[in-house]
Every structure is written in C-alpha cells, then in structure tokens.
C-alpha cells in the first residue's frame, strides 16, 4: 500500500480552499494507494465547513511556513510520499498518479513538480474557477511538453510539489522569513536538492488560479518581504549570487515605476 499525504496551508478564503480539496478527492490513484490529508488554517473559519473523512485540520499558527510546518508535524511516519498544494490550485485527475509513477521510476529524486498550464499568480490575472475546471479537463498530458519526460531542475515551485517523505522527513520550511513567507518553496527545494535530484513532470498537469481574496499581507509588506526574503536566502547560500538580482530587481523596479506614474497598471 503506497500512503500519501496532502499538506495545504490556507487563510481567509474556505471556500477557494474547499475547490482545491474537490479536484485532489477526485484524483485517479494507483491500486492500493490510500491519500490523506492535512489542512492547517489560523482559526476554525479560514476552513472550509465540512472536510473529506480522510482529512484532518490544524489550527493555531498563520504564515505558510509555519502553517505547513505544524502539518508536516502530525504526517504519519508511514507515509512515502508528501504533496504539497497551494488553496488556490485545480490538478487533473492524474496528477497524483503522475507524480507517484515518476517518483517510483526515477528513485534518484527526492522530489518532483507539475507542469502549470496557467498560473494566475505569476501572470497577475487570476483565474476563475470555472476557467481552471475547463483548463484541467481539456488537457491531453501527453502534449503538456511534448514528450512528457520529466526535465530535471533546481528547485520545486510550492504550489503543486511531491518529496519522498523518507528523505523529507526531517526537513521544515524556514520560519524567519521576514513578515511573509515568500520563497519559502526555493528555500525549502534548494535544501531537499542537496539529498538527491529534483524534477518537473511533464504529464502532471495543475492550474493555479492565482486567487486575490483571501487573508494575504498587504502589499507594502509584500514588496519588503521580496526583498529582505531573498537577502536572507542570499545569506543563507540556498540562492546563488546570480539569482539574488532577478528576484529583487524586477519588484523593486517595478515600485519605482508605480511610485512616479500611480496610475500605471
């Protein structure tokens, strides 16, 4: 029997966090696979109301790293592999037994990410729901990226990622992150890469919406965290001196811009 666990970490929205759930119960598994889950949320009322049998909630902490490592927490020591999901992300129905065939073939990876055939938070246009749903349903995962073979990368985006659990098991999302835990995922990847190879799937197929509503922080606390965040990275050694430039000259640029013209889009 192969166990899987599915760890969200969600605030302020229940009902964008209740969509998620749906399309991840829906999904194809191997013979005697078994899924569970574990949703850890500020309070009782970023949850949904009602949650499937096989998951189980988690409040008292906010903050994503914090919130997924309080999950991480209580995983069952016999699972094999940990997916992690963002509360705004719509999978195909095969993206977990996607993902659970790369990893068993490919045993020299401790971890793996879908493939996104859109994304709402890198492209600032959210995605509808019903937009996703139809999205997911028309693809054919052979022609995601051609082949669908797996291209081997250097770290796991967090929205939809899988680590095997035997490797992962003592590694936590870094909880000084200043303020907002932005690149907690490349963080968190670049460590788990240190221990094996990572992967994209090019069959395992997700949307994610990018959704707006919701309990984020407001947005002169996010533009500090983009800086200070991949300063600290940088500090750390889990971002290369080349990458630190990308991750903060473009939000820092763009402020400038938004600064002098605020009426620019």
């Known amino acids: 029997m192969t166990s899987i666990t599915v760890v969200i ?25 078994v899924l569970h889950g574990i ?3 500020p309070g009782d009322d970023d949850a949904p109301p009602t949650l499937p049998p096989n998951w189980r909630l988690i409040t008292g902490s906010r903050g994503a790293s914090v919130q997924r490592n309080a999950a991480l927490d209580a995983v069952d020591p016999a699972t094999e592999f940990v997916f992690y999901f963002d ?21 020299s990876l401790v971890g793996a990410t879908g493939t996104l055939l859109a994304d709402g938070a890198a492209s600032g246009s959210e995605v509808t729901y019903d937009e996703a749903r139809s ?16 291209i081997y990368v250097s770290s796991l985006y ?21 303020l907002y835990s932005w690149l907690e995922d490349l963080d968190y990847s670049r460590r788990l890469a240190n221990r094996g190879d990572l ?15 919701g309990g984020r922080v407001a947005h002169l606390r996010f533009g500090y965290s983009q800086v200070s965040n991949a300063t600290w990275l940088r500090k750390k050694g889990t971002m290369t001196r080349m990458e630190w430039p990308r991750y903060v000259g473009a939000p820092v640029l763009k402020n400038l811009v938004l600064s002098a013209c605020p009426s620019t889009p």
């Open 9 to 33: 970490a969600s605030a302020g929205r229940p009902s964008v966090c209740a969509q998620a759930i749906e399309h991840i119960q829906s999904s194809l598994l191997p013979e005697g696979a």
């Open 39 to 41: 949703l850890s949320c």
């Open 87 to 107: 509360d705004d992300i719509v999978v195909a129905k095969n993206y977990v037994a996607e993902m659970l065939t790369l990893l068993s073939e490919k045993r």
């Open 135 to 150: 999205i997911v349903a028309a693809v054919q995962t052979d022609r995601i990226t051609g082949s669908g073979a797996p």
């Open 158 to 178: 967090g929205c939809n990622a899988a680590v095997r659990w035997a490797t992962a098991s003592d590694l936590r999302f870094d909880e000084r992150l200043p």
């Open 199 to 213: 992967a994209r799937s090019g069959k395992a197929a997700a949307v994610h919406r990018g959704a707006a509503s």
